[in-house]
């Protein structure tokens, strides 16, 4: 039974500081926390007690010591604000509701529950997770990667680089890689993964329901083995918790938050969303979903002085630029005229995959 942690509204507001609730500690959440802990009474849900820097989370499954620098509690860079490790599951006009029952007070709220993913609730429970894969990977002979996407792509380039001796398959039900991203940028991919050895089976679907190591059999009857496999595709948008909410009425098809161009959920003037749970036409990227935490801390800081929300900032949707790494060294990068593959992409982002910056933007050392 839940158990409802109800305190008295009053009780919740603590202090003088206006409440801000902020749902969600992936990559936007994490950074309207930590720039508003000082001028408001922060709270942040998330379900699990640290934030993940997400484009470090397959380098961590081949080099699991990784995970020590990409994995971050957030009690570390949020000194000054109540951490609430639990699920959102109602929002009210003045009120979120979660899962286990805690009920807390808002004058303004962020949602910014980009993605849900079955995670481990604690950091130590996460580097766990991080040393199991790595030994999956290094006793097998042979890795089976369901998905072209990025997170597929990054893990085949990963694991093609440091385990070049084993035999690396890559399934992908699209016509190709990288479908987020231009043809340019999807061929170099390919071409790269050829390059190194990886199996690349596109327009070929496998059935995860039934999927077994070490022989897989897909629709079309193509028999594939491989020691061990890895789901890479896709994790479904955060939002169906907010079906049935005071915001249903502001999911689109997709499921995403329409937004106002001051980052307001339509309609509603004291709640913002942030990052890809928002369905700001742009790719879905973290480096554009901490654009929205800037513009939405900035707005904040405006409001909660009691400044005139014609002077609110105004976000632009931002350019289809990407970068996809491949390996240690290599990488493919999308920018608006140009598309390029090889080691220049590779300096940008391969060598440390931006975790010591991700970290520096959160005030931690790199
Ligand atoms: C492997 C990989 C590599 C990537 N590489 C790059 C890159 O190089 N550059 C780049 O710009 N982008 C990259 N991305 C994309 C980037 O990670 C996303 O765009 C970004 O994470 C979106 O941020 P977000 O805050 O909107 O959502 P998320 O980071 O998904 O955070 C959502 C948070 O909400 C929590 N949550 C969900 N539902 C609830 C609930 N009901 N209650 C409480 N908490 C909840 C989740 O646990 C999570 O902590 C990469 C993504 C992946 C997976």
Redesign the pocket.
Known sequence: MCLLISMAAAAESAGEKKRVVV????????VVAKSLQFCADVVL????EY??I??G??RAMVEPSFAERSVINHSDYLPNVRIVA????NITEREVL??DGHLLVYEYLVI??????A?PKTRAERLSHYEAEFVKINSAKSVLIVGGG??GV??AGEIATDFPEKKVILVHRGSRLLEFIGLKASQKALDWLISKKVEVILDETINLNTISDPIIQTPSGEIITADCHFV?T??PT??S?LRGTIVQNNLDMQGRLMVDENLRVRGHKNIFA?????NIKEI???????R??EVTAKNLKLLLMGGNESKMATYKPGLDI????LGRNEGVAQFPLLTISGCIPGMI?SGD??VGKTRKHLGLKP
Do not use: M, N, R
């Open positions: 749902i969600g500690g992936g990559v936007a959440g994490s849900i998330d379900e699990k934030f993940e997400p484009w989370s397959l639990s699920t959102a599951a979660t899962t910014a529950t980009g993605h849900k993913e995670v990025p997170t990054e893990l890479c896709g994790k955060g939002s918790w942030v990052g890809d749970i928002t879905k990227q973290g480096y554009l979903a901490q929205h935490a990407a970068l996809v790494s982002k995959l931006y």
